[in-house]
């Protein structure tokens, strides 16, 4: 894991891991009196009721920010697992879940960006690599429209990387394009992670003939 920086306010601690921040948005337009690149530090909890704070960090799509209350809760993963595809980036995932990271570590996460494009140093992570990449693709979700779900899983959702392929997500979710059509999916769904699929976000075994490595 990468380095995390904490905040201490009276309501809320914040803390920030700056290898995950790929977005200047939501928290420095949401709350700007607490957000400020400029100052130092740059995060300043105490300048928002907690409640405020709460809702600006839980936008942070890539979890590069979250908090921890006063009374030592952390912050409640949204109930349904959704995994949002942003046209021509990554994949903005919510909920409850349990990330096993190639050294074999467990992280539990409540918002994470999936790299989509295969070009990040920072795998399974988006680091805005796609830019960069030229990386294209609409955010569609092809052919594929809204499945029943086959079987009531309970949270956690599992992510597993396969080495070389896909990210493989075990457990109910909703996959969403990036216009807001979903599709649900029960049971086991593989997530592109080298950029190569046709049938994007979905893994069609490209990742086999395009000669994509990671861990
Ligand atoms: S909302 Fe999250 S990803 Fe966006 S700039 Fe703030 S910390 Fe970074
Ligand atoms: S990971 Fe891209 S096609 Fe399998």
Same mark, same amino acid.
């Given at each position: 894991m990468s380095?995390?920086?904490?905040?201490?306010?009276?309501?809320?601690?914040?803390?920030?891991?700056?290898?995950?921040?790929?977005?200047?948005?939501?928290?420095?337009?949401?709350?700007?009196?607490?957000?400020?690149?400029?100052?130092?530090?740059?995060?300043?909890?105490?300048?928002?009721?907690?409640?405020?704070?709460?809702? +600006?960090?839980?936008?942070?799509?890539?979890?590069?920010?979250?908090?921890?209350?006063?009374?030592?809760?952390?912050?409640?993963?949204?109930?349904?697992?959704?995994?949002?595809?942003?046209?021509?980036?990554?994949?903005?995932?919510?909920?409850?879940?349990?990330l096993t990271l190639p050294d074999g570590s467990t992280e539990?996460?409540?918002?994470?960006?999936?790299?989509?494009?295969?070009?990040?140093? $920072?795998k399974p992570?988006?680091? $805005?690599?796609?830019?960069?990449?030229?990386?294209?693709?609409?955010?569609?979700?092809?052919?594929?429209?809204?499945?029943?779900?086959?079987?009531?899983?309970?949270?956690?959702?599992?992510?597993?990387l396969?080495p070389?392929?896909?990210?493989?997500?075990?457990?109910?979710?909703? +996959?969403?394009?990036?216009?807001?059509?979903?599709?649900?999916?029960?049971?086991?769904?593989?997530?592109?992670?080298?950029?190569?699929?046709?049938?994007?976000?979905?893994?069609?075994?490209?990742?086999?003939? $395009?000669?994509?490595?990671?861990d």
């Amino acid at each position: 894991m990468s380095k995390k920086h904490a905040y201490e306010g009276k309501g809320l601690t914040v803390t920030f891991e700056a290898a995950r921040c790929i977005h200047a948005a939501e928290c420095v337009h949401g709350l700007p009196d607490v957000f400020d690149p400029q100052a130092r530090p740059w995060v300043a909890p105490d300048a928002a009721a907690p409640e405020a704070l709460e809702k +600006v960090i839980e936008a942070c799509p890539t979890g590069a920010l979250r908090y921890r209350r006063a009374d030592g809760e952390d912050e409640a993963p949204d109930t349904e697992a959704t995994f949002s595809v942003v046209a021509d980036g990554p994949l903005h995932a919510r909920g409850d879940l349990h990330l096993t990271l190639p050294d074999g570590s467990t992280e539990r996460l409540t918002r994470l960006a999936l790299c989509r494009c295969g070009a990040s140093a $920072n795998k399974p992570f988006c680091d $805005n690599s796609h830019d960069e990449a030229g990386f294209r693709d609409n955010g569609g979700l092809g052919a594929e429209s809204a499945k029943p779900v086959e079987e009531e899983t309970a949270p956690p959702i599992k992510l597993r990387l396969r080495p070389d392929g896909p990210v493989v997500v075990e457990g109910n979710c909703t +996959v969403r394009s990036a216009d807001g059509a979903t599709a649900h999916q029960g049971g086991q769904v593989a997530l592109c992670r080298c950029g190569g699929s046709a049938r994007k976000p979905y893994c069609d075994g490209s990742h086999k003939r $395009n000669g994509f490595k990671a861990d």
